[in-house]
Structures are given as structure tokens and as C-alpha cells.
């Protein structure tokens, strides 16, 4: 594997992300659960 190109400028990942139809912001990260939440205790 190597790297073929670097794209730094944020618009054109963007722009590329868009024209392949993958969303361009990361999912919502989840709530950590607690101890009391969890079914292994």
C-alpha cells in the first residue's frame, strides 16, 4: 500500500465525500454507559 495523493484543504474532501455520497460529518459519538446501565455486573 502507498500513498497516493495528500488533500489537505478541508473544501475539497468535502467536495469529494459529496461526489461519492458518504456523509461529510463524523456520527454522533455515543453515551458512555454506566456500571448501574451494564447487564455483565
Do not use: V, W
Not at 484543504?9 to 456523509?23: Q, T, V
Request: with cysteine; aromatic share 8%.
Amino acid at each position: 500500500m502507498r500513498i497516493l495523493a495528500a488533500i489537505n484543504p478541508p473544501e475539497a474532501i468535502h467536495k469529494i465525500f459529496d461526489c461519492l455520497g458518504l456523509p461529510t460529518r463524523p456520527p454522533p459519538i455515543a453515551r458512555a454507559m454506566s456500571a448501574a446501565d451494564s447487564d455483565f455486573f
